[in-house]
């Protein structure tokens, strides 16, 4: 971690990534919860749940219809100018939605709009931002360091988790949305500045071979469809995030805010502590050298799951006042601790080989159309998870996730094509030469 940090370019795309990353995280955490605070559940029952999940899910969907035309302008445009620019356009929109909320007198049902289409937007920019970035980190700090630049972004998630959430629920309950949305806009303006100075070795890729841009889509589809067990592994990712985003995006905060009443400290506090486990354990699998990305995966998901298991299990006994609210939350916070530690033992490592397996002039379209593919279901589950929520409770839903997961568990564990992709994985990582000193 020491040697990546040195470098200066590094150092500037991690610094901008994390003032924008809190930023957003203070937005998401105080939009999600003044959402809920338009739709008290005495006048509209559960139906806060439903418009929550439309809010939340709205990033998602335009993000997802438009990453494999991004992952293909990425691999042609100067990624770097992508990074700053994507941030500058995000802080300007954000201040447009802010005068928009202060000058016009919007009914309820016109709030969520606004946050929807905000919401839309901004995740039309993620779509580029995230490729723009994840393309050039090889070139910025070379592949013997990849690993380590991964386990860095999972402390910027971290800290964005931290910090982000703190300052969201003092500044929503201290003073309200609209300084939330300003501090959402300064932090992307902030960021965008840092990242106008990072330097690459590889400013502009080789161009690809397609010979228009959607040429350029059906590569990078043609890539994962071509490579033995991606594809099937693209399958039960999908499935595994179509279990877990929903209870956690929609249930947990709902649960937290409406079904127990509590305010959006409590919330805070659980979303603080995974943070911070993500933070320790993004460090120490970062710098960790594996021997087996296979061995990481398969051991670790069966261990993240059964932990899930046990998150849902404590929902559904607080929710039939089987065990009181204090003992729920510590055994709540105590199950996050160990969800954030494996989660980590599954996503460093396996981002760590895809960018490695992947030739530098197609990272941009073949890793946004893995990120298509893998997040395909979630905006669908989110929604899912409002109306399951809108008609039943969280618990209901937490059962519906669980059994879910139950497939991809079994099928990454034991489809021989996953196995054998993920054995190829690691052989190419033992053949990539370490930097002579």
């Known amino acids: ?38 739709f008290p559940p005495a006048i509209y029952g559960n139906s806060g749940a439903f418009y929550f999940a439309i809010v939340s899910a709205s990033p998602i969907v ?16 100067h990624r770097i100018r992508i ?49 723009a970035v994840q393309s050039s980190i090889p070139d910025i700090v070379g592949d013997h360091l990849i690993q380590a630049a991964n386990g860095a972004q999972s402390i910027v998630a971290s800290i964005q988790g931290i910090i982000g959430v703190l300052a969201g629920v003092i500044l929503f309950e201290t003073l309200g949305i609209e300084v939330a949305i300003l501090a959402n806009a300064i932090s992307f303006i902030l960021s965008g500045v840092s990242e106008m100075f990072i330097k690459t070795k590889y400013l502009h890729p080789k161009q690809p071979k397609g010979k228009n841009i959607f040429a350029d889509i059906k590569i990078g589809f043609a890539y994962v469809k071509s490579t033995t067990g ?67 995966l398969v051991s670790s998901l069966p261990k993240m799951v059964l932990i899930y298991a046990v998150i849902v299990a404590t929902v559904f006994a607080v929710t039939y006042s089987l065990v009181g609210y204090w003992l729920f939350f510590g055994l709540y916070l105590f199950t996050t601790i160990l969800m954030a530690y494996y989660s980590n033992w599954v996503n460093i490592p396996l981002n760590t080989a895809l960018i490695k397996g992947i030739e530098p002039s197609y990272r941009g379209r073949v890793l946004s159309v893995i990120q298509s593919l893998a997040g395909a279901a979630m ?21 519906f996730c669980i059994v879910a997961l139950l497939y991809p568990l079994y099928g990454i564990t034991k489809n021989s094509k996953v196995l054998s992709f993920l054995d190829n994985l690691d052989q190419k990582q033992t053949l990539t030469p370490e930097p002579i000193a």
């Open 83 to 131: 990074i700053y620019l994507t941030d500058f356009i995000n802080g300007v929109l954000f201040l447009v939605s802010l005068w928009i909320l202060i000058q016009m007198d919007l009914s309820i049902y016109q709030q969520v709009l606004l946050f929807t289409v905000v919401g839309g937007l901004a995740g039309i920019n993620s779509a580029f931002f995230g490729p």
């Open 62 to 77: 335009f993000r997802l219809l438009i990453s494999p035309l991004a992952g293909a302008l990425v691999d042609k445009w």
């Open 230 to 296: 991606l594809s099937d592994m693209m399958k039960y990712i999908l499935i595994i995030n179509f279990a877990f985003v929903p209870l956690f995006s929609v249930g947990v905060p709902f649960l937290f805010k409406t079904e127990l009443g509590k305010n959006g400290y409590h919330l805070a506090a659980s979303s603080i502590v995974f943070s911070v486990t993500m933070l320790f354990a993004g460090i120490y699998v970062g710098s960790k050298k594996l021997s087996s990305i296979r061995k990481s």
């Open 379 to 399: 905006p669908l589950s989110i929604l899912l998870g409002g109306i399951i929520i809108r008609y039943s409770n969280v618990a209901f839903l937490g059962l």
């Open 1 to 38: 971690m020491k040697a990546l940090f040195k470098n200066k370019s590094f150092f500037l795309l991690f610094q901008g990534s994390l003032v924008s990353s809190i930023g957003t995280s203070l937005y998401g955490f105080a939009a999600g919860i003044y959402i809920m605070t338009l």
